[in-house]
């Protein structure tokens, strides 16, 4: 199943109305900088979702630093954006793919079948010298049927059994860097270290050196040592980069993947959760 489209194929697609494409453009450390960036410069057509706004709801003491949106809400969002469930949906951020990542996980979530990541984002349809425009989309409302696939999420309640039997038949992935996965070093979050038993899969080495997602067959040699039959459990700091790395593990054709959307974030907050570091 492809899950990815090139620009090339997207720059032909500009006029189709059934064609939907979603800026995800955002930066954490200046929350409005996406939308400044989209209200300035897009690929047409595109409407834009907020990482924080729309794509996550509120902080709460146990929930992770990015939440799921409330369905109903994203349901709502997604309607006056004109996305229906027959739309063709192609997602973007500025390249590094994460923020995409989790537009793409939820719509998936959501149960829409044609979701898809532009390779290369914003930076390599604009290097490319492709068309863009500060004219906001013309949209028309749709209808969103919201089928939520349960199958795609793991919640802490999950991952706390899991940890707790000890068992080795599904596997955890932890999605951030090295040194983070070592608890060398947590710039972000106010405990270091891991959940206990997790493995270290980097969800940067999902791409390429120039930001374009690496193919089906380079995928599968990286999770090589994963027994494709075994279910996974991907997470990070705070269920956005995770996403990337839970794309990743589709594309390379593993099937029973799920994303623990509070991530190490959430796992904290539990004053008894253990942690491992080293």
């Not at 390779?119 to 068309?131: Q, R, S, V």
């Amino acid at each position: 199943m492809e899950f990815i489209v090139n620009k090339e194929w997207l720059v032909q697609q500009l006029a189709n109305d059934w064609v939907k494409v979603v800026d995800c453009r955002f930066d954490m450390s200046q929350p409005h900088a996406g939308k400044e960036q989209y209200e300035t410069s897009h690929i047409p057509g595109s409407v834009y979702l907020d990482l924080e706004k729309d794509l996550s709801s509120p902080v709460e003491e146990h929930s992770g630093r990015h939440p799921l949106p409330d369905l109903h809400t994203l349901k709502n969002t997604l309607e006056k954006l004109g996305i229906s469930n027959e739309s063709t949906v192609v997602v973007y951020d500025s390249g590094s793919c994460e923020n995409a990542s989790r537009a793409w996980w939820l719509l998936s979530y959501l149960g829409h079948e044609r979701v898809f990541l532009l390779d290369g984002g914003f930076a390599a349809w604009e290097k490319a010298g492709y068309p863009l425009t500060d004219e906001p989309a013309q949209v028309k409302p749709a209808t969103f049927r919201v089928n939520v696939q349960s199958d795609m999420l793991a919640t802490y309640e999950d991952v706390q059994n899991l940890v707790a039997s000890g068992s080795k038949e599904t596997i955890l992935i932890d999605s951030r860097s090295p040194e983070r996965y070592r608890g060398d070093e947590e710039p972000i979050d106010a405990k270091a270290g891991r959940i206990p038993g997790a493995i270290n899969h980097p969800w940067q080495k999902s791409l390429q050196a120039d930001g374009s997602f690496k193919n089906e067959k380079t995928q599968q040699e990286r999770f090589e040592k994963l027994n494709p039959d075994t279910p996974l459990v991907v997470y990070c700091g705070s269920g956005i980069t995770a996403a990337t790395n839970y794309l990743a593990l589709k594309q390379a054709g593993y099937q029973d993947v799920k994303l623990y959307v509070g991530s190490f974030s959430d796992w904290i907050s539990y004053s008894d959760s253990p942690v491992e570091k080293g």
